[in-house]
């Protein structure tokens, strides 16, 4: 079902998910568009929980806006439907390597939604064995980059496989992904980054890398930008490498792009001191089928 209560969407949440919905596009294996979100597939890496999930945001995000002035539903038994798409169900001894490892998800974007339509969706992924899990960020920006000021931290822009392996290490320690046992799906992913046209990885070495960030521009709008991901050793943190590391890639775009990045709440008022400011807010809940 099509609803047209909403002329147009707010342009903050129009272009912050587009360019969250691009970044995972370019990392994953395959994208498939409808008109109440996406399915991305990674078969080369089915450990890499957001290269392999459907993302409900109840419209159409693609330039151009052709679909903005709707929010439409998606289809009904939408749980059932998601275990098939990731061959959830069949006999074990014919599930292929990827089908064995992946595990279904969903990510339920409720912001434009009323609150009855999405908790009826969660409720159908609970009902149907699903964990689900709600969270809130602060979607911020930068209105205006083009200018980096001068710092203590060399900053150097990462190319090539030779820089894989102290990058993952960066990243597994800093987002703490080496605590969970969690890091099978890293390399693939950040070699992508490396690799793809449309990420910049910038890094500050002190006898390796101790702090990185990954920036997104979309081909498809080069005004637009998304910080991805800061993350700081924890050893080196306190020593202003992410604010050096966020003016670095802010500088690095053309005058007048727009700056996007989802903040905790308790990082808010750090990217507020930086320039950035709220725009908005985004509710979502992540349904995942358990091992």
């Not at 342009?11 to 370019?26: K, M, N, Q």
Request: proline share 5%; net charge negative; charged share 25%.
């Amino acid at each position: 079902m099509v609803h047209r209560s909403r002329s147009i969407l707010p342009a903050w949440y129009a272009e912050s998910r587009f360019l969250f919905s691009e970044a995972l596009r370019a990392t994953s294996d395959s994208t498939d568009s409808f008109v109440f979100g996406r399915m991305f597939k990674t078969p080369s890496n089915p450990t890499y929980r957001q290269g392999n999930l459907v993302y409900i945001t109840f419209c159409h995000l693609e330039f151009p806006w052709d679909c903005n002035g709707v929010l439409a539903d998606p289809p009904k038994q939408l749980a059932a439907i998601i275990k098939r798409a990731y061959s959830y169900g069949r006999q074990q001894n014919e599930h292929s390597d990827y089908e064995r490892r992946v595990r279904p998800r969903c990510l339920v974007d409720c912001t434009l939604k009323d609150h009855e339509s999405t908790d009826a969706i969660v409720r159908e992924f609970a009902d149907d064995g699903f964990t689900c899990t709600r969270s809130h960020d602060a979607v911020m920006r930068l209105a205006a980059a083009g200018s980096a000021p001068s710092s203590g931290f060399a900053v150097s822009r990462l190319a090539g496989p030779d820089e894989l392996p102290g990058l993952v290490t960066c990243a597994a320690r800093s987002l703490g992904y080496d605590q969970a046992n969690d890091t099978e799906w890293l390399a693939p992913k950040l070699r992508v980054q490396l690799e793809h046209p449309e990420f910049s990885v910038f890094a500050i070495r002190d006898s390796g890398i101790c702090a990185f960030l990954v920036l997104f521009v979309s081909d498809k709008a080069r005004d637009l930008a998304l910080v991805q991901v800061v993350g700081t050793l924890p050893e080196c943190r306190r020593r202003g490498m992410a604010t050096c590391l966020l003016q670095q890639a802010a500088g690095s775009l053309p005058s007048g792009t727009k700056v996007y990045l989802d903040a905790e709440k308790h990082m808010q008022g750090f990217y507020e001191r930086l320039g950035f400011e709220l725009v908005g807010n985004v509710e979502s809940v992540e349904c995942v089928l358990p091992e």
